[in-house]
């Protein structure tokens, strides 16, 4: 691979300095490059992302984007700074409707250009197009995933992170969601995604990292991960080397 587009090196992280929950992770994503990383609940998959995005104070390690240092940005700095954010959860504005959602996502862009860039939201997700004007209450819990990845994509971030984009979703829903993603990277966007769905991740993404007790286990093409014993070991709570 060639220069990394995010590079995180040796990051500790948590919620207090004195309680770090990531222990010095290092990982990395290319260019219009799909990375999943996975393990067990409580191994620092999801505060790693948080850091990366702001939302963790990082205590010591780099974090860097194309390059350019990232590492304590503000969150609300981070779209200019060509990086994206879909939470698990609260990742919509309920009360609002579709059209709306995206509108709120388009707010510091031009009003041609924001509404361009929503034409082309519903043209990668169809299925939000019949709801534009429908309150996105009513949106299955597939489509409120691909309304928040749409509305993350308006500011046209060259890399965008997901938590666990699948977590409650019907089979068939995280088929679909998954192979929008998949879509969504062939057009040169990056994805760094936690996900749990450990076999449906590892079936559509480029590498993998496996976390355990804050610290990376192992790391190397999703296939090679699939077909690894050891990181049945480690779900299972038997640590794993590091690598």
Known sequence: MNTPLLEVEKVVAGYRPDLPIVHGISLNVGEAEMVTIIGPNG??????????????????GRVALGGRDITRLPTHTMAAASIAYVPQTANVFTTLT???????????LPKAEAQRRIELGY???????????????????????????????????????LDEPSAGLS???????????????????????VEQNAKAALAISHRTYVFAEGRNRIDGPSKSIAEDPEVASIYLGAGGRKR
Request: glycine share 6%; aromatic share 4%; charged share 20%.
């Open 43 to 60: 191994a620092g998959k999801s505060t790693l992302i948080k850091a990366i995005a702001g939302v963790v104070p990082i205590s010591s």
């Open 123 to 161: 043209e990668n997700f169809p299925a939000l197009k019949d709801y534009r004007h429908k309150k996105a209450r009513v949106l299955s819990g597939g489509q409120r995933q691909m309304l928040a990845v749409a509305r993350a994509l308006l500011t046209e971030p060259r890399l965008i992170m």
């Open 98 to 108: 579709i059209n709306e959602n995206l509108l709120v996502g388009a707010s510091s």
């Open 171 to 193: 089979p068939l829903m995280v088929s679909e969601v998954f192979q929008r993603l998949k879509a969504l990277v062939e057009t040169g966007v990056a994805i760094l995604m």
